[in-house]
């Protein structure tokens, strides 16, 4: 069985960091294709930053030079840090995993991130 676990989240000050770990189960995360979304309230859910098999990191236009995905494959956890945080970040954020070589993928259950004075 499948699971991700995120973890991390919580409330910062705009210009705060914080760092959002997914852990996974029954699934090898350092073989397949993984991002973070996230979904503000009343907002459609967006792709935050993804990571391919061949270590290709893409970010959204609205986090480039802010947040960083990594992972740790000893761990089985991706990453994603966020640091210069502003209020229109607050959303919840997921991790997510794209099975290669299926049609199968994979949600995590999401971590709030706040961003407020």
């Known amino acids: 069985q499948v699971q991700l676990v995120e973890s991390g989240g919580g409330l910062v000050q705009p210009g705060g960091s914080l760092r959002l770990s997914c852990l996974g189960s029954g699934i090898a995360l350092s073989i397949n294709n993984v991002a973070w979304f996230r979904q503000a309230p009343g907002s459609a859910r967006e792709l935050v930053a993804s990571?391919?098999?061949?270590?290709?990191?893409n970010y959204s236009n609205f986090v480039k030079g802010r947040f960083t995905i990594s992972g740790d494959n000893a761990k089985n956890t991706l990453y994603l840090q966020m640091n210069s945080l502003k209020t229109e970040d607050t959303a919840v954020y997921y991790c997510?995993?794209?099975?290669?070589?299926?049609?199968?993928?994979?949600w995590g259950q999401g971590t709030q991130v706040t961003v407020s004075s």
């Open positions: 997510h995993v794209d099975r290669l070589g299926t049609p199968r993928d994979y």
């Open positions: 990571m391919t098999t061949g270590d290709k990191r």
